[in-house]
């Protein structure tokens, strides 16, 4: 279910809601409406509306990587040594607070991070790392992201490809990618789909004295999963501030990307995303075990995978 803003009169469409106004039930999607979309506007011109998609901010951004752990950078730095790419530009998508760039700079890469958050970008600009000469931030949604400019490798780690494809349809995203991807580059793809709605609580401690709280709500759809988060901060143990953020995320299969690929990518190999404590995939639910967000990577009820593309020569 998506949020749509009408660009001419700007009125909002939410398709979990409906409008009861003008007769129209809850879950009704946009598509259904055609030929009669905005009741402001009479606008009927599908592709003049734009998805509404909150931006992280405020706790979320401030606190998110608390709960999302270490990237698992030696099974990338493998993943660039079978592939003989001993020194790619990199493409982070979404690079949030560093969690796969910082890494992969470490190493020495040359690596451009792209980020439309203005509260990530302040959060992520505050780290020591961020001004090496080897990194570059670029503040900007990826649709608006204009440079002249290719990357030997594109990466989209956690659920940010899934971010892309709800704000634009698949085969869209897969499409400016690939304008972004050099000559027999590569395109690093991680997804998220979970098995059954489910919840989950976690708790991190700041400092001595505050401490923040996430409590996660999952439902799983038919097509997409909800995950409603409720961060809570603590000061001495009492509450002092609380952010509740709601997102939908499309289920995307392998199937789903094989059949919306553009003429220029192929697909490499699809596998499972590694996780290096399986022996603690048993245990409950409510304990944060490795990272990953908004799902943890050690939930037996995510199905996390890493699909990687290939550009290929157009003839």
Request: glycine share 4%.
């Amino acid at each position: 279910m998506r949020k749509y803003l009408c660009d001419t009169c700007h009125f909002i469409y939410d398709e979990q809601e409906g409008d009861s106004k003008n007769g129209v039930p809850r879950e009704t999607l946009l598509e259904e409406l055609a030929g009669s979309l905005c009741n402001r506007c009479q606008m009927k011109d599908l592709n003049r509306y734009s998805v509404l998609f909150s931006e992280y901010q405020k706790l979320e951004a401030t606190y998110y990587s608390m709960f999302s752990g270490k990237w698992h950078v030696h099974h990338f730095l493998s993943f660039l040594s079978e592939h003989k790419l001993s020194s790619p530009s990199i493409l982070d998508v979404g690079v949030g607070h560093g969690r796969s760039s910082f890494p992969l700079v470490s190493e020495g890469f040359l690596v451009t991070g792209l980020e439309k958050s203005p509260a990530m970008v302040t959060v992520l600009q505050r780290q020591k790392w961020t001004s090496f000469s080897h990194f570059d931030l670029v503040t900007s949604d990826i649709f608006d992201y204009q440079e002249n400019k290719t990357f030997d490798v594109i990466l989209l780690a956690d659920t940010t490809f899934q971010e892309l494809v709800y704000q634009k349809c698949l085969k869209h995203v897969l499409e400016k990618l690939a304008n972004l991807l050099s000559p027999e580059g590569f395109i690093w793809i991680e997804t998220t789909n979970v098995a059954e709605s489910q919840h989950i609580s976690r708790k991190k401690d700041i400092d001595l004295k505050r401490s923040i709280h996430l409590d996660s709500e999952i439902i799983k759809k038919k097509h997409h999963f909800t995950y409603n988060h409720t961060f809570e901060l603590f000061n001495e143990g009492t509450s002092s501030e609380r952010q509740f953020v709601s997102r939908n995320l499309p289920s995307i299969s392998v199937k789903d990307i094989d059949q919306n690929l553009p003429s220029s990518l192929k697909r490499v190999s699809c596998s499972l995303f590694p996780t290096e404590r399986k022996e603690h995939q048993s245990e409950q639910l409510d304990r944060w075990l490795d990272g990953g967000y908004p799902v943890a990577t050690s939930n037996p009820l995510a199905k996390k995978e890493i699909i990687i593309l290939e550009k290929i020569e157009e003839f």
